[in-house]
């Protein structure tokens, strides 16, 4: 079982739980006066936040793909769809306006998956799945990093495959090494280089005492070469 979930919005509000209550004392030591007024600002600041890190960690938004169906929730309602009735699937990009207070509107834009589902009465049902807003989600436990078009391969692989054994084995795989193995690797960080992976995206350490020929990204399992490089081995 591969469980995603947007990693970094639970991280961004988990961080702002944190420096709100620091915003609101340094303000009030530089203005005592508004020691109140911050006070109630800063209180709902921080309910806003707390609600939204306790929605992101609750694992309601979180993608659920197994050997037999893909699980998710969609406004609110909890959705099921196993490997014999997804009929499509695809990824989208949407671009939402949130008003900023200090006027114009700041551009938000998600990533989501389209699923579709082939009833038994022969009609389809299409659902929307929102990914992430900050380039992909990771598999909880793992360090695999997904983005929506990585999702989608692993759908349609998982899709195509004729057995349970068969989609046994691609969840195992594709979910990359688990944190645990990844936390007993820690490299010393004057040894460290951060790559993105070009083949998932995903941005990981590599110790740079080793050849980079040898890098495995720890998401995927290839190595995490840029795209020039790669181009360049082939010629
Ligand atoms: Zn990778």
Redesign the pocket.
Known sequence: MIILRDDMQSKVTGCMLIITPIAWIVTSLVNPESLMVGGVFFLLAFLVFFWRYSCTSSGENDLTISFDSIRFSTGGRPVRIRWQELEDYGTGRKTSKIPSVQGGDMEKTTDYITLKRKKADGTTETFHKDLSSWGGSKVMGHVAFYTAARVVKLIKKLSDAQSKKERVEIIKNAKGISNFEFKQKKIPFWHRKVLT?T????ISCYDNRISKDEFI?P????N?KSERERNGMIK
């Open positions: 992976c083949k998932c995206g995903g990204c998401s995927c399992g290839e995490p």
